[in-house]
């Protein structure tokens, strides 16, 4: 059974920094491309980030571009993000998902996804 947990949500205030990470079990973690999607209340489900079976390759959505840092440790089945400067518009449930397939930004694309950790930034 495939599971995905994050962690390392929380409150912060603006312009904290936050690391979240993704532990996943019950596939071989480097053969999935990952990414990190966020859906704040009343709002669509959004990309934020991707990255490449090996992590050679990452992808941003532009509203997190140079303020966050996708990453990932095979050894440890574990992603991460590195959310730094942090606004209020960053508030949402982070979730990290699993791709068969190259990494994307189409939620569509992904195969597993993780329960969510919540993120909150006051202003």
């Known amino acids: 059974q495939v599971q995905l947990k994050e962690s390392g949500g929380g409150l912060v205030q603006a312009g904290d920094s936050l690391r979240l990470s993704c532990v996943a079990s019950?596939?071989?973690?480097?053969?999935?491309?990952m990414g990190w999607f966020r859906q704040a209340p009343g709002k669509e489900r959004e990309f934020v980030a991707a990255?490449?079976?090996?992590?050679?390759?990452?992808s941003y959505s532009d509203s997190v571009k140079g303020r966050f840092t996708i990453s990932r440790d095979n050894s440890k089945n574990a992603l991460y993000l590195q959310m730094n400067s942090l606004e209020s518009e960053d508030t949402a449930v982070y979730c990290c998902?699993?791709?068969?397939?190259?990494?994307?930004?189409?939620?569509?694309?992904?195969?597993?996804w993780g329960q969510g950790t919540q993120v909150t930034v006051s202003s």
């Open positions: 019950g596939l071989t973690f480097s053969r999935y491309a």
């Open positions: 990255i490449s079976r090996a992590g050679g390759a990452t």
């Open positions: 998902a699993a791709s068969w397939r190259a990494y994307s930004s189409m939620a569509s694309q992904y195969d597993y």
